[in-house]
């Protein structure tokens, strides 16, 4: 027997406060998210009890309503059985914001931009850790075809990742996707990050902790690339969309209507494009820099609280783009002596989302929570663990903040014994074989790594 969405959908309507108590809903994977007006005129311990519901939350300034895996057709219902507004409006969404947390409008923000795509991120993760595991048997592009195409397969989605985010982003923040989609492919246009070869024309701020060599200029703007360009970046991205949803609708107002169509999205293009290279990327660039420059001090006082904010703050760093201040001072020691205690450190982080993803999928036995969470948790033993953060830790908060303390604990461990890596090369587990002496010898920097790696897992999953 079908089951009757519109009977559901006249209910959930009518003990929320009916349709008027609604500003704005929206919907993700397994649920109804409401933005009510007022939350005291829902009745929610009705709601709890309704068949087709599974329960109901209140998190990051929405009333949520779990349906399921049904939840598609529910919200259709809705939307088709009142006056609802299923899109976001800018009224509405500033109001809502004024209400919120600014860490609830963070997450809500990620969440929003990640969930459409997070089964595919996990399915890509999932490649990567195959093509990690074929690295351990000494496959490389160079000498496999079978790695090279299995290494595009799983690694095309991550390189891209800013199309991917310009995409739902532009959704979110209500900019023409076409137009979205142009601002990333500048960000990721190849030739961009090839502007940073050869000899520099002059260095910037020569002699400080922000030295950047420049390579070219635009109008006599100094153009600054970070290492490796913007391939797999996100806060970028989003701020690069976020600009572009502003600046179109300003020159929405501002063009005729005769020529809106074509001169819109061209100014737009060309005044966003330009400003996330030579602005957004560049501020980007010397936060990283500035984090290089705090965690060397604490390093200088003390190995183990150098570890322990490592390992506890790498996810976050890495979130926002700002290991890259540590990365390249942690491959210049590897090039000088042949080892480095700055890239071990950061090993422990995907060891406290895996152990967080384990015991989520064993206690958790809600259907489209494990369909992320299994996925996920493959990926993590990889070292891929965008999958698990975006997918079901950020939106929970809790078992995100255990996971980075659980890695700070680990982090702290190799910091106490000075774990350092030989060489740069696999991620997660497959990383373990970087601890490894250029002899090939087993010393306890091996021994603590694994020790490092298994007390990380055990504290996450027990917390």
Not at 6 to 25: F, M, P, Y
Not at 287 to 294: A, K, P, R, T, V
Not at 380 to 392: D, K, Q, R
Request: aromatic content about 12%; proline content about 4%; overall charge neutral.
């Amino acid at each position: 027997m079908a089951k009757d969405y519109k009977k559901l959908a006249k209910d959930i309507i009518e003990h929320i406060g009916g349709e008027s108590n609604v500003a704005q809903l929206q919907y993700c994977m397994t649920r109804l998210r409401f933005y009510l007006k007022d939350e005291s005129k829902a009745d929610t311990e009705y709601l709890k009890n309704l068949s087709g519901i599974v329960t109901v939350m209140k998190a990051s300034g929405q009333y949520q309503v779990v349906i399921g895996s049904d939840v598609g057709e529910v919200y259709e219902a809705i939307l088709n059985v009142s006056n609802i507004n299923g899109e976001p409006t800018l009224n509405i969404n500033n109001e809502q914001n004024g209400q919120k947390k600014l860490l609830d409008q963070f997450i809500d923000l990620i969440s929003s931009i990640f969930q459409p795509f997070i089964l595919v991120l996990s399915a890509t993760g999932m490649i990567k850790g195959l093509v990690a595991l074929l690295g351990v048997f000494g496959l490389d592009e160079a000498n496999s075809g079978f790695y090279a195409v299995l290494n595009a397969v799983g690694d095309g989605f991550f390189q891209f990742l800013p199309i991917i985010i310009a995409l739902t982003a532009a959704k979110k923040f209500r900019m023409n996707v076409y137009t979205a989609l142009a601002i990333a492919f500048a960000l990721v246009y190849p030739s961009l990050s090839d502007m940073a070869e050869g000899a520099p024309l002059y260095t910037l701020f020569e002699g400080t902790q922000f030295s950047a060599d420049v390579f070219t200029t635009f109008l006599g703007i100094p153009v600054l690339l970070p290492p490796g360009g913007y391939y797999s970046t996100v806060i970028p991205a989003i701020l690069a969309i976020w600009l572009g949803a502003k600046v179109e609708k300003g020159f929405k107002k501002i063009i005729p209507s005769v020529v809106n169509s074509f001169l819109t999205p061209f100014f737009t293009v060309l005044v966003t494009a330009t400003l996330a290279i030579l602005v957004i990327g560049p501020i980007a660039t010397w936060g990283s820099d500035l984090i290089g420059l705090i965690f060397m001090a604490i390093y200088k006082i003390s190995p183990t609280i150098f570890g322990a904010l490592i390992g506890g703050l790498w996810q976050l760093l890495v979130m926002f783009g700002l290991h890259w201040g540590l990365a390249p001072i942690g491959i210049l020691q590897l090039t000088e002596q042949g080892f480095t205690p700055i890239l071990s450190n950061s090993g422990s982080a995907s060891f406290g989302v895996l152990g967080v993803l384990l015991a989520i999928i064993i206690k958790n036995k809600d259907k489209n929570v494990r369909n992320i969470g299994i996925p996920a948790t493959i990926a993590s033993v990889f070292g891929v663990t965008e999958p698990g953060i975006y997918g079901l830790l950020l939106p929970m908060k809790k078992p995100f903040i255990i996971a980075l303390i659980s890695s700070a604990i680990g982090g702290a461990y190799t910091g106490f014994f000075d774990v350092v890596v030989y060489r740069i090369g696999g991620l997660g587990v497959f990383s373990i074989t970087n601890y490894i002496t250029d002899s090939g010898q087993l010393t306890m920097n091996f021994w603590h790594r694994v020790i490092s790696f298994i007390l990380v897992t055990v504290i996450a999953f027990a917390i």
